[in-house]
């Protein structure tokens, strides 16, 4: 794999997924080994937005390479509340450290910004856009659970706004899955999003119940419909709860249904799914930190 | 009558660029995609909605003392796929092309996302990679398909 920085999971081809996925596994494996790996290296994190989650499962991971972090802190005590450009910014902080992890509210921010610095830059989130890592993220797990091989997937909940699933849908194009959107028609796929997947080659359906496609499935992707979608509350909860599961809903699953979901959830998985063997999302959010590992450490070289 | 006839009609010019053929409304579009704007001397003369063989009707822009480039006349092609383009030198015509369609256009159009970071104050030029039916910001993904002219930059 060679890529100078991570912005977009599109960049990936199936080999890079498959080269991060196979590290990831080794670290998994026997993180201990790897404890020491970047005993020099800091990680610089640039956080435009709160993200707690994802600041500290980035942060975990390069201390587990025996590494360090250095971090901007809130906007709000920056000089970017002086009006700085990002550009500046991250010129400015690409002479502390050895890579850079920015969070940006803007769509484009990490592509800009890795024009301007030669540090490696690991996009974790640009506004609406992409967010590469956690799609890396999700796939090791689907991958641990399920394999790729004659995968079907269905992704269930807000696939308009979503950019988590968008990002997650090109991906899974690229290791051949097949695809069940299922959702309200007010919150289906935007067109731009199904029609590159389809220019892509994907094999996706769409579907407005969760029943007609829930036995054929591998891996079932809950997403949270916010509220805000919605012209009023009572709407929302009358929409919202046709896509919500509980431990009865999966008694029409395969055995071997992997359930996933982003996190934090609110109240589209029941508790009593946390219960069953299906319920793999608690282990998702902890592969977040063996999977940025193996990112880091290609990315700083550790594939030499 | 001919288009060549037609031309008469606007003053020849003695050094600069005929562009020809751009569709019928979109002459000003083709200044402001070019950064014409009269602020810098250079003599323009348009005319609009002449008779055409090969549009039913259009434009012709003339610049005088300015020889455009085709990096320059390429984005044209965005809004005026048929121009032509001729370089006058001491009244004679010395080059003809046509626009070509570049694979990007950079620093002509504004994203229309406004959450793109290239709507921002930042030193960055917008990037557009132009495809079979339409523009996508090479930003933020945004695809612009219909109107292009009112997603033309402001000088
Ligand atoms: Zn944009």
């Known amino acids: ?304 | 009558m001919s288009d060549k006839d037609q031309q008469l009609r606007v003053s020849k010019i003695q050094n600069g660029t005929v562009i020809d053929h751009i569709a019928g409304g979109q002459a000003l579009n083709v200044l402001a995609i070019l950064g014409i704007d009269g602020t810098s001397g250079d003599s323009v003369s348009v005319a609009m909605n002449m008779p055409s063989d090969r549009l039913g009707h259009k434009d012709v822009v003339k610049v005088e003392g300015r020889e455009l480039s085709q990096d320059e006349v390429d984005v044209l092609s965005l809004i005026a796929p048929a121009a032509t383009i001729n370089i006058i030198r001491d009244y004679d015509v010395v080059e003809k092309g046509r626009v070509e369609r570049p694979s990007v256009v950079e620093g002509v159009l504004e994203c229309p996302n406004h959450n793109c970071i290239t709507t921002e104050n930042e030193p960055v030029d917008s990037r557009f990679a132009v495809g079979d039916d339409g523009v996508r910001c090479e930003y933020c993904d945004t695809i612009i398909r219909d109107d292009l002219p009112a997603h033309i930059l402001a000088e």
């Open chain 1, 1 to 304: 794999m060679r890529h100078d920085h991570i912005i977009s999971a599109k960049q990936l081809s199936r080999g890079d997924i498959e080269t991060v996925l196979d590290h990831a596994a080794d670290i998994a494996a026997d993180p201990g080994a790897f404890a020491d790996r970047h005993s020099d290296t800091l990680l610089g994190l640039l956080f435009f937005e709160p993200s707690t989650r994802t600041k500290m499962s980035f942060t975990t991971a390069m201390k587990r390479l025996g590494g360090d972090i250095v971090d901007m802190g809130s906007v709000e005590s920056s000089s970017v509340k002086k009006g700085e450009s990002l550009a500046d910014t991250v010129r400015v902080v690409e002479g502390y450290t050895d890579a850079l992890v920015l969070r940006h509210p803007m769509e484009g921010s990490a592509k800009m910004a890795s024009e301007f610095v030669d540090v490696p830059l690991v996009n974790a989130g640009d506004g609406a856009g992409q967010h590469p890592t956690q799609t890396l993220l999700d796939l090791y797990t689907i991958r641990e659970n399920a394999g790729f091989d004659d995968l079907t997937i269905g992704i269930m909940g807000d696939l308009k706004y979503g950019r988590t699933v968008h990002s997650l849908a090109h991906a899974l194009t690229t290791v051949d899955a097949s695809q069940h959107f299922i959702s309200p028609e007010s919150l289906q796929l935007p067109r731009s999003v199904r029609y590159d997947l389809h220019e892509a080659g994907a094999g996706i359906r769409e579907h407005t119940e969760l029943d007609e496609i829930l036995p054929e499935l591998d891996v079932l992707y809950v997403t949270r419909i916010q509220a805000e979608r919605f012209p009023d509350e009572s709407e929302y909860r009358e929409v919202a709860g046709q896509y919500q599961i509980d431990a009865d809903t999966l008694a029409a699953a395969k055995d071997d249904l992997t359930v996933m979901h982003p996190l934090p959830r609110v109240d589209e998985i029941a508790h009593d799914v946390d219960e069953t063997t299906h319920a793999q999302y608690f282990q998702q959010a902890h592969n977040g930190v063996p999977v940025r590992m193996a990112l880091l450490d290609l990315m700083l070289g550790g594939d030499q």
